[in-house]
């Protein structure tokens, strides 16, 4: 079974900067695609950015021209560079992927969140 990890969460002042790390391990043959989510407590999960293996990159409007996603395929890794944070970012933040193994099975995770609290 794939494992993702998330880290790179903490608090920030509004303005300021922080690169989340999504880790994938297992006996991954490809991320086919990963998706980064951001939930607040009693609210819907809401999707922030994807990227596929092909380098293709998705973003929720809120954050487009902010947040930059990218990945390191040699790491099985995907980043989430959010830069001009706002206090409205606050929120968990959740990587989901896409994932084939060594096996050509198939399957998606969810890593188990880290937490990013934007405020002065």
């Known amino acids: 079974q794939v494992q993702l990890v998330e880290s790179g969460g903490g608090l920030v002042q509004p303005g300021g900067s922080l690169r989340l790390s999504c880790a994938a391990s297992?006996?991954?043959?490809?991320?086919?695609?990963i998706y980064w989510y951001r939930q607040v407590p009693g609210k819907q999960r809401e999707l922030v950015a994807g990227?596929?293996?092909?380098?293709?990159?998705n973003y929720a409007d809120s954050v487009k021209g902010r947040f930059t996603i990218s990945r390191d395929n040699a790491k099985n890794t995907v980043y989430l560079q959010m830069d001009s944070l706002k206090p409205e970012d606050t929120a968990g933040y959740f990587c989901?992927?896409?994932?084939?193994?060594?096996?050509?099975?198939?399957?998606?995770?969810w890593g188990q969140g880290t937490q990013v609290t934007v405020s002065s």
């Open positions: 989901y992927a896409d994932v084939t193994y060594t096996s050509r099975a198939r399957n998606t995770a």
């Open positions: 297992g006996s991954i043959f490809s991320i086919n695609y």
């Open positions: 990227i596929t293996s092909a380098g293709s990159t």
